[in-house]
């Protein structure tokens, strides 16, 4: 499966501890240097980044130039078109114009908790409320009703009680 990410995804399952689903769950996971440089170089500190540095599994490479302009952030624009141009599976993406212009794109797109509920089903992740917890402590937006889809969907939720 060939699969591309762009930065948030990465920043997000690094920060609480937890790459190692992506190889786990799809192989090598390619990433455009635009979104190599906004996921580690600017932020070579950052909790998780490390762990980005030293994975095997994470391919970065150089996007061919181009001229679009998808109206999205420089590293949005090249992960969905390195997507396109390698013809990818899946493009791992968070943010909801980015994740609208990849699917009018014709592209399969996941986020950051549909890679954590596919882990949770697969048995990768033990259990999807800690890592959720720990994403929001570490500034995750997102909705709650989301958040507690998910959980039902992995049988998380106590159902008279909530997560």
């Not at 996921?39 to 998780?48: C, N």
């Not at 490390?50 to 181009?66: I, M």
């Not at 048995?123 to 507690?148: E, Q, T």
Request: charged share 20%.
């Amino acid at each position: 499966m060939l699969v591309v990410a762009d930065s948030s995804p990465l920043i997000y399952l690094s920060r609480v501890g937890v790459p190692h689903i992506l190889p786990t769950l799809f192989g090598d996971v390619v990433v455009p240097r635009a979104v190599w440089q906004e996921v580690a170089e600017r932020r070579p500190s950052a909790a998780g980044i490390r762990a980005l540095h030293e994975a095997a599994w994470l391919r970065v490479v150089d996007t061919p130039s181009s001229s679009a302009d998808l109206g999205l952030d420089p590293g949005e624009t090249a992960a969905i078109l390195l997507a396109e141009s390698l013809h990818a599976d899946l493009l791992l993406i968070d943010e909801r114009v980015g994740r609208a212009v990849a699917q009018e794109r014709r592209l399969a797109v996941r986020g950051t908790l549909g890679v954590l509920v596919q882990a949770r089903e697969s048995s990768v992740l033990p259990a999807l409320k800690p890592v959720l917890d720990a994403l929001g402590a570490g500034g995750f937006r997102i909705a709650p009703a989301p958040v507690r889809q998910a959980l039902e969907h992995v049988g998380e939720v106590d159902h008279i009680g909530g997560p």
